[in-house]
């Protein structure tokens, strides 16, 4: 009878004494999270449409893009582009410009700036084609911000909850001091590459949550269920252990993940490489906190104050874990 073998990305009883360098881990986590914290002030996030307000039009060359003559003749024409770059192909060129004044005589400022843009790109190279011109207006972008951040707030909130009535205290602090570490780590990233922030980062960064949570939720399981299998085991030992039984699966999520999201991250274009790249972020710091940050937290807040339960009577022939044989 043939048997088809079972991967494995660390061999069965493998005992890493995770915990050792548990405060080496938190004060690297601690130094970039204050470093991302300190970015989030200056320079600061780039704000997208959504959230910055203005107009953005996506148009088409008749052949390679010459965008220092589009910069210029949009120059020439007062329309000051607060960013100019290609996507996709070299005959794809994306415009940013910021919303246009009001206008005293009540007319649409922002179909004018339409219509003076597609003027100005036509001059620059004849037979470029529009494809799209989007405006999102202040007050809109600004209601679109606060919803953004709201959501987030929220998502902490029920996760927090959800993970106080299924774990006790000790555990659900831990996560969410863990999930606010990640969080400050990716607006970290989102400064240091210059994605922009809009709608589609929030739906990335609360991806990313909802990933590291069900990451560190399997931990946790494990944690609870050799809580009461080893009365008297030393917390620490106990953390290490339920890591160690819990890697293999834990690197074979985060690993398909991973490799799913990828091929977005290197083909998606403009639209989909941004979300892709932060996605990618966030499943190597969400993978990585479970095991060096959230434990570690755990283990600090739980060494005086987690539960174990009765011992049964024949507790000490249990306290130790089964060794595999060679």
């Keep these: 009878m043939f048997v088809r073998p079972v991967l494995r ?16 881990g938190l004060a690297t986590s601690a130094i970039l999270s204050l470093a991302s914290i300190g970015l989030f002030f200056y320079p600061g996030l ?32 007062n329309i000051p582009a607060a960013g100019l770059q290609s996507f996709g ?20 400022g922002t179909q004018t700036l339409i219509e003076k843009t597609r003027a100005a790109l036509t001059e620059s190279q004849p037979g470029i084609q529009i494809l799209r011109a989007d405006a999102v207006g202040a007050s809109v972008s600004a209601e679109l911000f606060r919803n953004g951040l709201l959501a987030l707030a929220i998502s902490l909130a029920m996760i927090c909850a959800y993970i106080w009535i299924r774990f006790e205290w000790e555990f659900a602090i831990s996560a969410v001091i863990t999930l606010i570490l990640d969080l400050t780590k990716t ?22 949550l909802g990933y590291s949570t069900n990451d560190k939720v399997v931990v946790y399981d494990r944690v609870r269920e050799n809580l009461r299998k080893y009365h008297s085991m030393p917390l620490q030992e106990l953390i290490d252990l339920s890591i160690n039984e819990t890697l293999s699966r834990t690197l074979g999520t ?25 996605m990618l972020f966030g499943i190597v710091v969400g993978t990585s906190s479970s095991i060096f940050i959230a434990a570690p937290i755990l283990l600090l807040l739980g060494k005086k104050h987690i539960k174990r339960g009765t011992p049964p009577a024949k507790a000490k022939s249990k306290d130790k874990p089964p060794t595999s044989k060679p």
């Design 254 to 278: 985060s690993s398909t993940v991973f490799l799913a999201a990828l091929p977005l991250a290197l083909f998606g274009g403009a639209t989909l490489s941004g979300f892709a790249w932060v």
């Design 46 to 77: 780039t704000l997208g449409l959504d959230f910055r307000g203005g107009v953005v039009v996506e148009a088409k060359t008749p052949g390679p893009a010459d965008f220092s003559k589009i910069r210029s003749t949009l120059s020439s024409h």
């Design 89 to 108: 192909g070299n005959d794809d060129v994306l415009i940013r410009l910021d919303s246009p004044p009001p206008q005293p005589n009540g007319a649409d």
């Design 187 to 208: 607006v970290g990233f989102l400064v240091l590459t210059h994605f922009e922030f809009d709608l589609v980062m929030v739906a990335a960064i609360l991806t990313i």
């Design 9 to 24: 990305f660390v061999p069965k009883g493998t005992k890493i004494n995770f915990m050792k360098g548990r405060f080496i």
